[in-house]
């Protein structure tokens, strides 16, 4: 397996940015500095991991997951996802003086088809449990749930933040899917915390955004079950906001905003009072991550092969959608 930034992972995480701009500079998001149309600045925008583009008819920021290699939270599309939303961040602030504000809108798909994410990045997760490396594995965990926070926050811009799930959503693809606003999922979708099966608890958000969108009770039945979901189920649950047909996931997400654009100003505002009303703090969810590390480097070898078996089925899986090379023709 190749680690496009392993040696992120393996050493002390870099000091905390100053501010958005310098955060951004950091991780190598694109410079801003015109005021070009923000669709036009929007479209230059070139991440190894991700797509992302400008709707201007809808007002919505499209962003969908395309990562180089398992479709799982690897440093490089965390890093990615970092970049873009410091970016955001950027072209709200470099057009509010002015009155413009880019869009009100933003919604996370994913390009694999079949797949919204599945999860950590599990290969890793083993080689760090094996070494004992306790602060890579807390560093990992810090860098998911500082993205995580800042989708539960909209970037700290005046956005609605949307998951689109259109395929299977598993322990960390999970997690992500909870940080937004709402949740969008074609009826085929599977969701579920699998971490439970190699005696493991998902540690980056869960345990925080279940506890909120159901009761205790429920949520610590939904995490320590295993059991993978359906969109149906999960809409009947609450967890789920907008059933779609599958196949529809696209246009239900654009239908919602047609039918709500009108009311943006008062959802904008009581999903900041459902946040101020039940607060996710980021600390909470540094503190749940370093919980998560502890019990990771407790693992036991029967534990790691139960994790090694699951990772190679997502192989496998990834290796059946990718077309086999067509065979050489006899001389």
């Not at 196949?247 to 946040?275: C, D, P, S, W």
């Amino acid at each position: 397996m190749t680690y496009l930034h392993k040696p992120t992972i393996l050493t002390t995480a870099p000091a905390q940015a100053s501010s958005p701009a310098d955060a951004a500079a950091r991780l190598g998001v694109p410079a801003g500095g015109s005021h070009a149309p923000a669709h036009v600045e929007v479209a230059a925008w070139r991440y190894d991991n991700l797509e992302v583009a400008l709707d201007t008819e809808h007002r919505c920021f499209w962003a969908w997951q395309r990562p180089t290699g398992r479709p799982s939270y690897t440093m490089a599309l965390m890093q990615d996802i970092s970049a873009m939303q410091f970016a955001i961040q950027r072209l709200f602030a470099e057009r509010a003086a002015g009155g413009e504000k880019p869009f009100d809108w933003f919604v996370m798909g994913s390009r694999v088809p079949g797949i919204f994410n599945l999860g950590g990045d599990l290969g890793l997760f083993g080689e760090l449990i094996r070494k004992g490396d306790l602060e890579s594995l807390r560093h990992y965990g810090h860098v998911a749930v500082e993205a995580i926070h800042r989708n539960h926050t909209a970037f700290d811009v005046p956005v609605i933040t949307l998951a689109l799930v259109q395929g299977d959503a598993l322990g960390g693809g999970f997690e992500c899917a909870l940080s937004y606003d709402l949740i969008v999922a074609e009826k085929s979708a599977k969701l579920g915390l699998p971490e439970i099966l190699f005696n493991m608890f998902p540690g980056m958000g869960a345990v925080s955004f279940l506890s909120r969108r159901l009761d205790r009770v429920r949520a610590e039945k939904l995490i320590t079950s295993g059991k993978i979901y359906t969109a149906e189920e999960l809409h009947e649950m609450g967890v789920v906001d907008v059933l779609a047909e599958d196949g529809m996931g696209e246009a239900t997400v654009e239908e919602f905003i047609e039918r709500n654009a009108r009311k943006h100003n008062a959802l904008y505002h009581m999903q900041k009072a459902r946040r101020r009303a039940n607060p996710i703090t980021l600390e909470e969810l540094r503190d749940v991550v370093d919980l998560w590390a502890e019990a990771a480097v407790n693992l036991t070898e029967p534990d790691l092969r139960k994790m090694a078996r699951l990772t190679a089925a997502q192989d496998r899986r990834i290796a059946s959608l990718t077309p086999a090379a067509p065979a050489m023709a006899a001389e």
